[in-house]
């Protein structure tokens, strides 16, 4: 089964078409990267695959169930970091952990172990809003990886990371793919994109250019297919 499938999706804020009609599904064990310029739409349709957008036109499917009329059991199976961490106020790094657990159903173990796996033991009792951003981002993603998500979408998932923590970042996004994981994931980093990635897809002004998918890549064809995109389109 064809773990996210995105069907003609268009996302308008007021008269600015964000995404365009855009069709691509992502399938177990693949890592796809998507490119695109400051304003493509990267976020816009990340944020309508998390359900945390309203689409305009089309559908979003996760493992078969519809974001639209079935969004409780797709976001069961989806899990999305935001290109910036987003906390709750007034909680703690070890409440969030333990809210995740009551909202997913796992045990408190699994959270007090995603605490520990992070190095946040001496850290539980701060708000997750005063680490690191590194930290941040490590505790998002173990969070979300401990529920074992069918899809799991990243926006811009390295930016501003040490490149020990980006190291520890995309282990576990390819221990992830490996186990069967759908992962979809943005970047301006063409170097992570070329190593990382099973495939690229180019997003121009909301548009998937599909004819630019490919299966093979270096930094060097990655970064003069984006030039030639939009040099096509200027
Ligand atoms: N809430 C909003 N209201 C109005 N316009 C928006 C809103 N969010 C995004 N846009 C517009 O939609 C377009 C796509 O923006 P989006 O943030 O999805 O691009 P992006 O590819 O993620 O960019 P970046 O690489 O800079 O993060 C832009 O023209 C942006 O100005």
Known sequence: MRMLRVHHVTKRYGQTVAVDELSM??????????????????????QCIAGISRLDQGSIEVCGHSMQSSSEHAKMKLAYLPDVPEFFDGLTVVQHAML?????????????????????????????????????????????????????????????????VIQEVKAL???????GASVLLSSHNLPLVAELCTRVCFLVEGRLMTESDVQTHSVEELESRFLDLHAIRS
């Not at 996004?173 to 186990?179: F, S």
């Open 25 to 46: 599904t992502v399938n177990p064990g693949e890592i796809v990267g998507l490119l695109g310029r400051n304003g493509a739409g990267k976020t816009s349709l990340f």
């Open 100 to 164: 995740w657990a009551m909202i997913y159903g796992t045990s408190k173990a699994e959270a007090v172990a995603v605490v520990k796996d992070c190095g946040l033991d001496d850290h539980g009792h701060l708000e997750p809003a005063v680490l690191s951003r590194g930290e941040q981002q490590l505790f998002l993603l173990r969070l979300a990886l401990a529920r074992k998500p069918s899809v799991l979408v990243l926006d811009e998932p390295l930016t501003g990371l040490d490149p020990i």
């Open 173 to 179: 996004v390819v221990d992830a793919a490996r186990a």
